[in-house]
């Protein structure tokens, strides 16, 4: 026996006026009917459908009578008229107590009936009572409940539900709305909670249609309307967030109405392959730099985060009444300037600052430097202010504006919040027009999770993260003394992205116009424009190139300049990583990164300050100490042990740092050791000097000097100046006369030469030889040599200026350094020098002569060309004397 | 079918993979890994002294092959990875019993 499938007429009926209606629809749509007009014509033949089969279900049933007790009430999306092609259809038969057993039936018939149609139902029956009950205990019942519409049957009864539902409500305002938000908020942590995830769900996601429903719940329940163009009417949303509004409605309902159309299903997930297929439906062109598909979604962000802002302010301007909390306020808070009040958790202008602040930059970066070092939050109303005077804000900026927004950026604490707020504000584009370009702009790649703006701010905060971290991140983030510079760069560092030209060319430009409103100095602008224009090239090194090459590591510390940029480079590199999207800074990589950090900074500070655990360092000390043996210099070792560097403690064992020390430790001031040994693994002789600071002014460029006037290449150098004054050189040198292991006679003339040059009077300029030998001869480099630099680095030391000199490699070049330091009155306390190939590396760490940092930028910039000078000098006497013999 | 694994310097990646898909092997997955063989790790050389820092950050290559091209895929990965200094990695030669693509079904080679 087969089963004949049996539907009723009027249902069969009703199911074909629904597919033909959808399919009318389809074209009114596709010929671009606004997406109001056509979710509204679906709701009516939604209407038209279920009210025929409503009809024919009491004509049946024999129970027109029931249309005295009974009414059809539509609710949710549904009852609001915004529906789109293939949504769920809310309905609820709404009975007056006692007529259970009447309804039963009819409910049944229309639940089966509507489901034959292909209509998705959510179907309830209930009494007002009940209704009004289940509503107080669920969120979710009372939001769609607060969207109902009376379809058919009983007015009566209706009306009951709808009085008893309003009163109610209201009567509870404040916890529902609280109610309300929270649930709202669950679902945005659910499915994202940014208005930047680059696959939004344009219902639900932050932004979506959800939050214009939030808006109209909100709105119901505080002032018993919930349609926007009332509430506009009633003042409580202005013409300009209303307006935000509707454009933002028409803009999401006609293209969920699209993405259901052309899947033919409920469908409202925004995938990367749907954002495809709308930018060409929608008929976005492209330009040099924007493909279709991000112009296409920059549209879309934008859209959606004016509804995010205007539902959040909305909702914060309806929280009834004046709190406890706000009552209280005044007693604990405190007046700063007059202009602002400082409370527990938020800083608020008073009359006097909010007149100030109207049409001010200067005072609106004031309030934010304030919030920032006090931790708290601008309050909602002193927003509001700003934001309602932003579009009037001149571009020009002041001095002082300027100062103040440095002051605000060199502050971990609220930065990244307090200037996403300024985002949104508009403000920040007064401060760097280029943010303007970079609001919603999405990249559209596999690798990015949020649109540039998003991602340069988040890049900023992860950085002021780093404060508390445990790595090697945090610990060379908390040394930066210029985090103000690194934040910036962050903030900057993709701006030119949408644009034809290459992003780091276009962000370099954007860099030095920043800096010239900013009115940084020379030396600040230059590190900004390298930070900008070099932001990938750390992580191109670290993950691309062979990192164990000392060459290349060589060039890229040649490259970087000063060991703060170096610091900075490996945490912008770290935060720019990370601010792609969740899990893409991982601990593999910042082991890499940190890596690579640690080798170009033995190159530019003579040590990687960041990795060398105290810990570590204290076992060291303890060993060297054990290996010395009890003796009464104990106190003497330990005061020396502490000066030494890190990079010399754990670069040889604790035995022969033991015997070193014992050396030293005979010494009488005046006194000038020096010990010279062959070392067969390398094929260098090792010169070690030990002698007191107040033997001779000069004691570094005068050794250096005597090892080039016996011909001796110096590969390279370490000097130290100890507790009480005892200065220990090490230099490494080649003997190009000995192919070998020199005779000790050699070794012994050396040392003599060295003593000598200590003891001898001051003037005596050596002589630098010529040194014949296979390969002396300068080939043309493979590598084309650097230009000859001079960096100067005042920040990563306390005590010291650090020298950072790139040069090519010649005879004399050290001694040339160290002498035209020497004239400039500096003493050099802790040098390193390093040759690779033909490029040379030297790092010196100075003070004045009266042992401080040399500050002055005049100072400075004297000292500089003095040296560049001199290496100048010594390249053309080279040359000079190539050309004589 | 055989699996190969190769642990492989990772900034050799990008060469590895640009072989591999030349010598039309279409899937591989990587995972960032960290360990130490023959090489005992970092060590550092500073001034001659070698200290021990820890795990080497590598990165792993994994691919299936039918068992007619193993012996190309390993010359592949080879060439590509060499550098001749300690720490180039090693490739794992694993036997395969079966491979299925989710989607359709297929089984052994043809899953691949």
């Known amino acids: 026996m087969s089963v004949v499938p049996v539907m009723r007429a009027s249902v069969v009926a009703a199911r074909e006026r629904l597919v033909e209606g959808r399919e009318k629809l389809r074209r009114r749509h596709a010929k671009g009917s606004p997406g109001i007009q056509v979710s509204g014509a679906l709701a009516d033949l939604f209407d038209a459908v279920v009210l025929e089969l409503f009809e024919a279900a009491l004509a049946d049933l024999g129970s027109e009578a029931a249309g005295e007790t009974v009414a059809l009430v539509a609710h949710g999306g549904y009852g609001r008229r915004d529906v789109a092609p293939f949504s769920d259809i809310d309905l609820m038969l709404l009975h007056s107590a006692g007529a259970e057993r009447q309804v039963a039936p009819l409910a049944q018939r229309m639940v089966r009936d509507l489901f034959d149609t292909g209509l998705v139902l959510g179907q309830s029956v209930r009494t007002p009572a009940q209704a009004c009950q289940l509503a107080r205990k669920d969120t979710t019942i009372c939001t769609s409940l607060a969207e109902s519409r009376l379809l058919a049957g009983s007015e009566t009864v209706y009306g009951r539900f709808l009085r008893r539902f309003r009163r109610q409500s209201q009567h509870r305002a404040g916890g529902l709305m609280a109610a309300i938000e929270l649930a709202r908020r669950k679902e945005r942590l659910q499915y994202g909670e940014t208005v930047y995830l680059l696959e939004p769900n344009v219902k639900r996601s932050r932004g979506g249609l ?122 604990f808070s405190h007046q700063f300037e007059r202009d602002f009040r400082i409370g527990p958790t938020q800083i608020n202008a008073n009359a006097r600052g909010l007149a100030k602040l109207k049409g001010d930059l200067e005072q609106i970066l004031r309030l934010a430097d304030l919030a920032n070092l006090y931790d708290k939050q601008i309050g909602h109303a002193t927003c509001e202010a700003i934001r309602a005077a932003a579009p009037g804000l001149s571009d020009q900026l002041s001095r002082r504006t300027a100062d103040r927004f440095l002051s605000l950026m060199s502050r971990p604490p609220r930065l990244a919040s307090l200037l996403r707020g300024m985002h949104e504000m508009g403000v920040l584009d007064k401060i760097i027009p280029a943010f303007g370009h970079a609001r919603c702009l999405l990249q559209f790649n596999e690798y990015h999770k949020y649109t540039v703006d998003e991602h340069c701010l988040r890049a900023v905060e992860i950085a002021t993260q780093f404060q508390s971290d445990p790595g090697p991140l945090g610990s060379v983030y908390r040394r930066l003394r210029r985090k103000w510079l690194l934040h910036l760069a962050l903030l900057l560092h993709d701006l030119g992205k949408g644009y034809a030209e290459d992003h780091s060319e276009v962000g370099l430009r954007i860099a030095r116009e920043t800096s010239q409103r900013l009115g940084l100095s020379e030396d600040d602008t230059e590190t900004l424009c390298f930070l900008v224009h070099k932001h990938l090239l750390m992580a191109h090194l670290a993950f691309r190139r062979d990192t164990s090459d000392n060459q290349l590591v060589v060039r890229f510390a040649v490259e970087v300049g000063s060991p703060e940029a170096m610091q900075m480079l490996f945490v912008l590199t770290a935060a720019d990583m990370s601010a792609v999207g969740p899990g893409v800074l991982n601990a593999w990589k910042i082991e890499v990164l940190a890596d690579l950090h640690r080798r170009a900074m033995q190159h530019l500070a003579g040590e990687a300050p960041a990795l060398a655990s105290e810990e570590w360092l204290r076992d060291r000390r303890a060993a060297v100490l054990a290996c010395a043996g009890a003796s009464d210099r104990h106190a003497w070792f330990e005061k020396q042990l502490a000066e030494l560097p890190a990079s010399y403690l754990l670069g040889r064992p604790p035995s022969e740092l033991a015997a070193e020390l014992d050396h030293l430790s005979s010494l009488e001031h005046g006194d000038v050791l020096a010990l010279g040994r062959y070392q067969e693994e390398t094929g260098a002789i090792e010169f070690k000097v030990g002698t007191f600071e107040s033997v001779t002014p000069g004691v570094f460029h005068k050794l250096a000097g005597a090892l080039a006037h016996k011909g001796l290449q110096i590969l390279s150098a370490e000097i130290h100046t100890l507790a009480d004054g005892l200065i220990f050189d090490r230099f490494y040198v080649h003997d190009p006369d000995f192919a070998a292991a020199p005779p000790q006679g050699r070794i012994d003339e050396v040392c003599r030469a060295l003593v000598e040059s200590l003891r001898q009077p001051a003037g005596t300029q050596p002589l630098f030889r010529r040194v014949w030998r296979a390969g002396a001869e300068r080939k043309p480099a493979a590598l084309t040599p650097l230009p000859t630099q001079v960096r100067v680095d005042n920040s990563t030391s306390n005590r010291y200026t650090i020298f950072d000199v790139f040069a090519a490699d010649r005879m004399g070049l050290l001694f040339t350094i160290a002498r035209s330091l020497f004239q400039s009155g500096l003493s050099v306390s802790v040098a390193k020098i390093g040759t690779y190939l033909d490029q040379v590396v030297d ?43 | 079918m055989k699996k190969i694994e190769a642990i492989i310097r990772h900034f050799k990646l990008e060469d590895v993979k640009n072989a591999l898909s030349e010598h039309g092997i279409q899937g591989m997955t990587i995972t960032e890994v960290r360990g130490f063989g023959r090489q005992k790790g970092h060590t550092e050389m500073y001034r001659g002294t070698e200290y021990a820092v820890d795990f080497v950050p590598k990165v792993k290559v994994e691919v299936v092959v039918p068992n007619a091209g193993v012996q190309k895929a390993i010359d592949t990965i080879m060439r590509a990875a060499q550098t001749g200094q300690i720490g180039d990695g090693k490739i794992f030669v694993v036997s395969l019993d079966e491979t299925v693509r989710i989607r359709t079904g297929e089984t052994g080679e043809e899953a691949i």
């Open chain 1, 210 to 331: 959800r939050d214009i429903q939030l808006l109209r719940w909100i709105g119901f329940v505080r002032f018993g309307l919930n349609d926007p163009d009332s509430l506009r009417l009633q003042g409580a949303l202005t013409p300009e967030d209303h307006d935000a509004i509707r454009r933002a409605q028409e803009f999401l309902l006609r293209l969920r109405n699209e993405m259901h159309f052309h899947a033919g299903k409920s469908y409202d997930l925004l995938d990367r392959a749907e954002q495809l297929r709308l930018a060409e439906v929608y008929g976005f062109k492209g330009d040099a730099g924007l493909l279709p598909v991000e112009q296409f979604m920059r549209e879309y962000f934008r859209l959606t985060d004016g509804v995010s802002h205007v539902v959040q302010r909305f909702i914060a301007n309806s929280r009834p009444g004046p709190r406890w909390g706000e009552w209280l306020a005044p007693l």
């Open chain 1, 843 to 885: 790092v010196f760490y100075v003070t004045d002569q009266a042992g401080q940092k040399v500050c002055d930028e005049g100072r400075l910039k004297e000292i500089r060309q003095q040296l560049l000078a001199a290496i100048e000098e010594l390249e053309r006497q080279e040359a000079l004397q190539n050309v004589g013999w």
